[in-house]
């Protein structure tokens, strides 16, 4: 089972993972402060997967067990 980052569902699973681990570290306080303070530029894109993450949290975690499914069972 390969998973490669350029199809389409190796898109979708870096995705979601990225949203949810941006989600967890807004949680966390130092890390909240050192890396989610800016919201704009580079830097920014942490920030706003971050309020995706905890903004669409049912959404996020239902996709992440389909995502999980396919990936387990259909590929």
Request: hydrophobic share 55%.
């Amino acid at each position: 089972m390969q998973l490669h980052l350029y199809s389409f569902d190796g898109i979708l699973v870096f995705g979601l993972l990225f949203i949810c681990t941006c989600a967890y570290l807004k949680k966390v306080p130092r890390l909240n402060s050192w890396l989610l303070s800016e919201k704009k530029g580079v830097w920014g894109v942490f920030y706003k997967a971050a309020v995706i993450g905890t903004r669409l949290h049912i959404a996020v975690a239902l996709s992440c067990l389909v995502m999980a499914f396919y990936v387990v069972f259909l590929k």
